[in-house]
């Protein structure tokens, strides 16, 4: 990788914002995933959450898109995503268009919150409106009644960006040295952080960079057994 690159890679983890997020809930077309996936990239979402569409459903490569830089936490219902959310103290607002809704102008994104979008045909599911802190919307003019899902997703994370800029919640890091170490060990090593995650091994040492110490060494190690285990269950590859 050249110095550039992994320049270009520190900024982006440098500016994530570890407390905002997205929920998609049963948002079934790949396409529209990978949108929404890409827009929590460009304002610096680390981790999105899923619903899945019906029961046992995982979403494949091409809906997470091709350029993984957010991870994906997969859950099978909205209550576990709603539990996953809550515990790192994040508020739910559901772009939803109902009675409740309010303008989405109105909600301070600077606060830890979750912005839940629905499927394309059915919108948010009842008992997620019911559990959203408050419902949200962008006004609509014209004849249709709704947008596509990632359009609605990306006027409201700019809004979101645009909040957060002026807090000045992107001019300094928020994500901990060693988280941005682990994310640019895994970005630079794909293979060899799959190949980790597949066995259940412990990464090999790496700088804060994420540059391999000693690959020799380790691979030796390797092959003698000597790795330690990792459980990983609980960390998403990025
Ligand atoms: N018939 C569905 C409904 O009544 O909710 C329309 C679903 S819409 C195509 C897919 C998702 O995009 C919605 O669940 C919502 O999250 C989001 N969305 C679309 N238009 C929106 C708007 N004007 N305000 C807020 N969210 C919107």
């Known amino acids: 990788m050249t110095p550039e690159r992994k320049q270009k890679l520190l900024q982006v983890l440098q500016r994530r914002q570890p407390d905002l997020t997205l929920i998609a809930e049963r948002v079934h077309k790949p396409r529209n995933l990978a949108a929404l996936l890409r827009n929590a990239d460009a304002v610096g979402i680390h981790q999105v959450h899923t619903v ?11 809906a997470l898109g091709s350029d993984r830089w957010v991870s994906t936490q997969q859950h099978e219902t909205f209550a576990e995503a709603a539990e996953a959310v809550r515990a790192q103290g994040m508020k739910i607002y ?7 809704a309010l303008d989405y102008r109105l909600v301070d994104y ?5 912005i839940l979008f629905g499927a394309e045909k059915q919108g948010v599911g009842e ?26 997703a990306g006027i409201i994370l700019v809004e979101a960006q645009q909040q957060r800029l002026a807090a000045g919640l992107y001019d300094q890091p928020r994500l901990s040295v060693e988280e941005i170490a682990r994310c640019l060990f895994e970005w630079s090593n794909r293979k060899l952080a799959l190949f980790c995650r597949d066995r259940g091994l412990a990464y ?27 459980d990983w269950s609980a960390t998403p590859l990025l």
């Open 110 to 114: 600077t606060a830890p919150c979750a």
């Open 94 to 100: 559901a772009a939803h268009l109902s009675g409740r």
């Open 52 to 62: 899945a569409p019906k029961a046992g459903y995982r979403y494949s490569g091409t």
């Open 127 to 152: 008992e997620a409106q019911a559990q959203a802190d408050e419902h949200i919307i962008i006004p609509m003019m014209g004849m249709v009644s709704s947008l596509n899902v990632s359009t609605a």
């Open 204 to 230: 090999p040492p790496y700088d804060g960079e994420g540059e391999l110490i000693d690959a020799p060494g380790w691979n030796r190690r390797l092959q003698q057994g000597q790795v330690p285990r990792q």
